[in-house]
């Protein structure tokens, strides 16, 4: 199963983005989709994820009140909405993908059974 993570480009500072993921999996109850980021030199870090059929989701603590994860089960699609972005937020942003996630461990990367192919994201001074 591949993830399709698509959005990434150039912005200036204090600006938005839009990432979408394509997630066309079977979902079960306990089906998630994530999002990760790797900044260059830095490890994989957890943004934020959502549950397919449970209304529930998990933020760091570097996405909170400026990123907002969303899906459209229909389309079989997450996105996820950057707003007020900062420098630091330059990454390769990664969507993943379980369908047996818990909370505890959502921001874990190894609990994650698929992935997408990464989308660029730059944010300029």
């Known amino acids: 199963v591949q993830l399709q993570a698509s959005g990434g480009g150039l912005v200036q500072a204090g600006g938005s983005l839009r990432l979408s993921c394509a997630a066309p999996i079977r979902t079960y109850s306990r089906s998630a989709v994530s999002w990760f980021r790797q900044a260059p030199g830095k490890g994989r870090e957890f943004v934020a994820a959502i549950y397919w059929n449970i209304n529930s989701t998990h933020y760091a603590d570097s996405a909170k009140g400026r990123f907002t994860i969303s899906r459209d089960n229909t389309k079989k699609t997450v996105y996820l909405q950057m707003n007020s972005l900062k420098p630091e937020d330059t990454a390769v942003y990664y969507c993943?993908?379980?369908?047996?996630?818990?909370?505890?461990?959502?921001?874990?990367?190894?609990?994650?059974?698929?992935w997408g192919q990464g989308t660029q994201v730059t944010v300029s001074s």
């Open positions: 993943a993908a379980d369908n047996a996630m818990h909370s505890a461990t959502v921001g874990i990367r190894s609990a994650y059974n698929y």
